[in-house]
């Protein structure tokens, strides 16, 4: 039995391997280090992740791996997977059952996975905190139907540098967000948001939408819901370079001025 760490040596020398593991096998622990350099592809998950929900920093740095296949059963149960795949910029293809439905912790998990693309089934539902969970993911056009992100209420960097986003899934309130600072910073393809976003428990909006233009009337009612909806005061809030109409102007006077002492910055009043 292995319990630690341990170096395969090939009679046959350099070459590429299908490694095979049996017994009980929790996690992997690249870290950033060892050979993570050599991982090209995972062809089966099959018993990894069992009894492991902890998988911090798993994969981190393995930058040649290209993909990841076979039964995502275990990976579902995991509840931190924070850096688990930090800088694997050649891995595109995820298991298509992960839903990572278990999931509460994912700080920057796939930051600069710069060829991801997620599976359809992929939820989040129970994630809480998103911290530059997909910081330069540059090549997510969309997101899958499901991600409403119903549980986030830290979504600090979470997309940022996101620059081909060009739509949120409909559904995707962000009602218990507090913290959203630099969340779609350089979105720079977000036009529009979903029609239920109203941000009404955020706290901490600085630079959420820098860089980005939300069409004029979506940009407004997002002005006029917050005024309505989200009772906290000298809240930071940034809307990129989206202008408001006359209605958005009367419900951010409101915010910036009296007692809400909101700081908002944004495109200005529409010509």
């Known amino acids: 039995a292995i319990t630690g760490d341990e170096t395969i040596t090939f009679a046959s020398g350099a070459g590429t391997y299908e490694i095979y593991i049996t017994g009980t096998f929790p996690r992997i622990y690249f870290a950033g280090g060892g050979d993570r350099l050599k991982l090209l592809r995972v062809l089966d998950l099959g018993i990894y992740g069992v009894g492991a929900t902890d ?4 994969f981190r740095g393995c930058s040649n791996l290209t993909s990841i296949a076979g039964d995502s ?70 997101l899958p139907t499901g991600m409403t992100l119903a549980s986030l209420t830290t979504g600090t960097s979470m997309f940022w540098q996101c620059t081909n986003l060009a739509s949120l ?51 407004s009612e997002l002005l006029v819901d917050m005024e309505d909806l989200n009772p906290n005061n000298s809240v930071s809030f940034h809307g990129g370079n989206s202008l408001y ?27």
């Open 55 to 58: 998988q911090t920093s798993a």
């Open 73 to 142: 059963t275990n990976l579902n149960l995991m509840t931190d997977g924070s850096l688990m795949f930090f800088q694997c910029t050649s891995l595109a293809t995820l298991p298509t059952g992960m839903t990572l439905s278990s999931l509460t912790t994912g700080t920057s998990m796939f930051r600069q996975c710069t060829n991801l693309v997620l599976p359809t089934g992929m939820t989040l539902s129970s994630l809480t905190t998103g911290s530059v969970m997909f910081f330069q993911c540059t090549s997510l056009a969309t």
């Open 169 to 219: 899934p409909i559904g995707m309130t962000l009602a218990s967000l507090t913290s959203g600072a630099s969340m779609f910073r350089q979105c720079t393809n977000l036009a529009s948001l979903p029609s239920g976003m109203t941000l009404s428990s955020l706290t901490n909006g600085s630079n959420m939408f820098l860089s980005v233009t939300i069409n004029t009337t979506r940009y």
């Open 245 to 271: 109409n006359a209605t958005g102007e009367t419900a951010r006077n409101i915010l910036t001025g009296g007692t809400r002492s909101w700081t908002i910055s944004d495109g200005g009043l529409e010509p």
